[in-house]
């Protein structure tokens, strides 16, 4: 990758980590899982792309396993600042998935989860097809998505491109 490809590399693995911040487990009450383990830490429930983002994550050194071997499993903590998780993954990306793998499961998560959390963005329509305002924290992601292609400047948002469709045509699993 080259050096702008590799600033959007760290800034979609960023707002990955900030949705994977923001589904850490909090409950105080004795949570039942294999590790016995106390919150906060992040579980995969064995979703599909709550698994993918802990997987990738960890292959970037971004999170680590709660098992003592260190395998990827579906229990994680934060191995870095969050701060420091844009160098971190592009430090690790050797080690992660591909760019074009980050960009489909950011727009996955972000298609998938944002449809149950209204309160984080609103989806709405340019042209029948979907567009998203955006949070702040959201800002450097959608800035390297438009960099690369997947996403277009419309007023107080962002909208797809053929290129994400064609993109999101395609199974990544």
């Not at 707002?15 to 589904?23: E, N, R, T």
């Not at 450097?140 to 993109?167: C, N, Q, S």
Request: charged share 25%; hydrophobic share 40%.
């Amino acid at each position: 990758m080259i050096s702008p490809e590799l600033d959007a590399y760290g800034k979609i693995a960023n707002a990955i980590a900030l949705w994977v911040f923001g589904a850490l487990s909090s409950d105080e009450k004795s949570t039942k899982n294999e590790l016995n383990l106390p919150p906060p830490y992040f579980h995969t429930y064995s979703d599909s792309l709550r698994g993918r983002s802990g997987e990738w994550l960890w292959r970037l050194k971004i999170l680590r396993s709660l098992y003592q071997d260190n395998r990827c499993g579906d229990f994680f903590v934060f191995d870095c600042e969050l701060a420091d998780v844009p160098a971190t993954a592009i430090t690790n990306a050797n080690e992660g998935p591909s760019l074009e793998e980050l960009v489909w499961l950011y727009i996955e998560l972000r298609s998938e989860y944002t449809q149950l959390h209204l309160h984080r963005s609103t989806l709405f329509f340019i042209d029948h097809k979907p567009a998203f305002s955006i949070s702040e924290e959201e800002r450097p992601a959608f800035t390297a998505l438009e960099y690369l292609g997947y996403a277009r400047g419309v007023p107080d948002g962002y909208a797809a491109t053929a290129k994400t469709e064609i993109l999101l045509s395609t199974t990544l699993w």
